[in-house]
């Protein structure tokens, strides 16, 4: 009888134990797939902050080319101003 008993506990032992080790295995894979999308999710994350980097240094030098021609231009105006001037002058 107690022979009977011990091999029950010897068995739920070896049977929890079995039982543990699978979930611990499926647990760990699970936790491996969430690592793996987590990598992912912060490549693409860095992938969409470098675009936005470039996205927004072309915005700069757009800008600033803008202006420089605006500058020149503004320099063209204020040329062709005292010019105009320097002609009506003269004429007068």
């Keep these: 009888m107690i022979e009977n008993v011990s091999h029950f506990i010897l068995g739920m032992i070896f049977g929890l134990s079995v039982y543990l080790f ?3 295995t499926i647990v760990s894979k699970k936790l491996d797939r969430l690592i793996r999308d987590i990598n992912d999710t912060q490549n693409w994350i860095r992938k969409i902050q470098i675009d936005i980097c470039d996205i927004n240094k072309q915005w ?3 800008r600033d080319r803008d202006r420089n ?3 020149r231009i ?5 040329k062709l101003t005292s ?5 009506i002058r ?3």
Excluded: M, Q, S
């Excluded at 503004?74 to 204020?78: K, P, Q, S, Y």
């Excluded at 010019?83 to 002609?87: L, R, S, V």
């Design 90 to 92: 003269k004429k007068v």
């Design 74 to 78: 503004e320099d063209r105006i204020g």
């Design 22 to 24: 699978i979930r611990i």
């Design 60 to 62: 700069e030098v757009k």
């Design 83 to 87: 010019d105009f001037n320097d002609i």
């Design 69 to 71: 021609r605006l500058d």
